[in-house]
């Protein structure tokens, strides 16, 4: 047994015998094959690498962030102090907790594009609306550990973040002043709401969000990788026997079912190891390796220690929480407040979450469906134009 | 003795009660214990402000005094300010320097002669009305009573708001 197993895997000797073992018990082999032997679209890999960065990047931030709670002390009194010492007497801290900034400022970025990508090839349409839908609460829950993160240092920065988004569920009708006093655990914004929000950023949203991560990979495998339009086109006189002939041939997980015949199987797939999961490692060792010199040159800030009366501080949200932030300068009295925040907000969230459920045609081409791409435009366009007037507000430009 | 067969709709009828009622046992505690804060009582705390007679009239003067939330375990004392007005008439507000629009830290601006939050630009004048921006309602007076101590008149404030924002 032992000799087939080190010729199949080209180990030799001692290492062979020692592997030959662990996969007689272990069924190693069978388990790598089945990882690594899927088919792939063989067109555009280098965009489908983004889905891998994401989880490497959630991964680092796992890391990195275990590292942090061996230091970090989630109280009001020893927080900034114990991030102080990390930042300026411990001889790896600050890089470690640069790598976590940047770590999340990266990752919000690539799940971003992750993100776009899948929007604009429509991979989201049937059958893989779910993992659309539980991509988009991935996004969310990346977004949710951001900005709880940001509140956990208890510098001017973190505190004043604490205050003012703790203090957003307020504006909902009848139940807001409700959430706002079980997030804080009060009305004061104290010891007691640091607590509360490092429960939900080290376990609530991570948990959830490792539970989704494993929905998200298995719908992938079970549907293969879509890619977009330019893996289906078709080139003979007779694209239905071209098509048909394709799927006949597919390697699984093609041919995927319940879709349109024409994009049951790509025109040409190769195999995900090693020509996907190649081009995949090589951009997150470029992004890890870009994370980790911007954590060396820039570190991550860490303001004077929170003062709760202070006069001079002026708080500047995350650039990630900028829209938002101008969405409330132009939202003026307590009924817009609700009405715009959490309708407007609320409702943009749950159509960009059931997007696949209401683009329902049967187009793939970006060129052919301007009815949900001209409405992304323009969603895209209103971010970026809030971000633009926040960064004019708050640095006077 | 041999135990019985069950059949799947027997098995479906003990699941389904068993996990009823593991599911109360856990939700029910948990539940209580999530949502305790809605109902806990605040300890109210009286502090020492300080003397205000030499405060003038039409200039809030900011002072610093150590508050505690006064919820639940926490009894740390945190630095709050409380901008103290004193009115023509000689009459005294408490203000809270915290903006009703996010809760941001107001402070008053000379320039402006105006209280301003540096967060979105929300302004309240010297009575701490809200004239400008988007803060829905007047900056909340801290609980204040002043008392007479050896001929001085002294602020003291509780640790809340006279009214909720």
């Given at each position: 047994m032992s000799t087939v197993d080190s010729e199949r895997t080209g180990l030799r000797g001692r290492a062979g015998e020692v592997y030959g073992w662990i996969d007689e018990r272990a069924g190693t082999t069978e388990l790598l094959h089945k990882g690594l032997y899927e088919a792939v679209p063989r067109k555009g890999g280098w965009a489908y690498t983004l889905g891998s960065a994401t989880l490497v990047l959630i991964l680092l931030q796992l890391f990195t962030g275990i590292f942090l709670l061996l230091e970090y002390v989630p109280s009001f009194q020893q927080a900034w102090i114990s991030l102080d010492f990390l930042q300026h007497s411990d001889r790896f801290g600050a890089a470690v907790r640069g790598m976590h900034l940047w770590g999340a400022y990266t990752l919000i970025l690539i799940i971003g594009l992750h993100m776009m990508r899948t929007f604009l090839s429509a991979s989201y349409k049937r059958p893989r609306e779910l993992n659309w839908v539980s991509g988009a609460l991935l996004f969310f829950l990346v977004l949710g550990l951001a900005v709880t993160g940001a509140m956990l240092p208890m510098d001017n920065a973190g505190y004043w973040t604490l205050v003012v988004v703790t203090n957003i569920?307020?504006?909902?009708?009848?139940?807001g002043t409700g959430i706002r006093t079980l997030w804080r655990g009060?009305?004061?914004?104290?010891p007691i709401a640091l607590t509360r929000t490092f429960a939900i950023h080290i376990w609530v949203l991570p948990f959830l969000m490792f539970a989704l991560i494993g929905g998200h990979l298995a719908l992938l495998r079970r549907h293969g990788e879509f890619g977009a339009w330019v893996n289906y086109s078709t080139s003979s006189d007779d694209p239905e026997r071209e098509i048909t002939g394709r799927i006949r041939a597919?390697?699984?997980?093609?041919?995927?079912?319940?879709?349109e015949r024409r994009y049951a199987a790509p025109r040409e797939t190769v195999n995900f190891f090693p020509f996907q999961l190649g081009k995949d490692v090589m951009v997150s060792i470029v992004l890890v390796a870009v994370i980790f010199v911007m954590a060396f040159l820039f570190g991550a800030p860490l303001d004077e220690?929170?003062?709760?009366?202070?006069?001079t501080y002026t708080p500047t949200p995350e650039w990630f929480y900028l829209p938002l932030d101008q969405l409330l300068v132009f939202i003026p009295t307590t009924w817009l407040i609700g009405f715009g925040i959490f309708v407007l907000m609320g409702a943009a969230a749950t159509l960009f979450t059931i997007l696949p459920f209401i683009d329902r045609s049967t187009h793939r081409r970006p060129l052919e469906r301007p009815e949900v791409l001209l409405p992304g435009l323009f969603f895209a366009a209103m971010i970026v134009m809030l971000a633009v007037l926040g960064i004019t507000r708050l640095y006077n430009l | 003795m041999a135990l019985p067969t069950l059949t799947r709709r027997q098995w479906l009828g003990i699941t389904a009660a068993g996990s009823g009622l593991i599911t109360v046992m856990l939700t029910l505690p948990a539940l209580g214990f999530v949502l305790s804060p809605l109902f806990q009582r605040q300890r109210r705390e009286t502090y020492r402000v300080g003397p205000v007679d030499d405060i003038p009239t039409a200039t809030p003067t900011a002072l610093t005094v150590g508050v505690s939330s006064?919820?639940?375990y926490d009894t740390t004392r945190v630095d709050r300010t409380v901008y103290v007005v004193r009115r023509q008439d000689g009459s005294i507000l408490a203000l809270?320097?915290?903006?009703?629009?996010?809760?941001c830290n107001v402070h008053w601006s000379t320039e402006l002669n105006q209280f301003l939050c540096p967060c979105h630009g929300g302004l309240y004048d010297l009575e701490g009305r809200n004239v400008g921006g988007p803060p829905p309602s007047p900056l909340p007076q801290w609980v204040h009573e002043l008392r007479e101590e050896d001929g001085q008149t002294v602020l003291y404030i509780e640790n809340r708001y006279d009214e909720s924002i």
């Open positions: 569920p307020h504006y909902i009708p009848f139940i009060g009305d004061f914004v104290g597919a390697e699984p997980p093609y041919p995927t079912k319940r879709i220690r929170a003062d709760p009366s202070t006069l | 006064g919820e639940a809270a320097n915290t903006c009703t629009h996010m809760q």
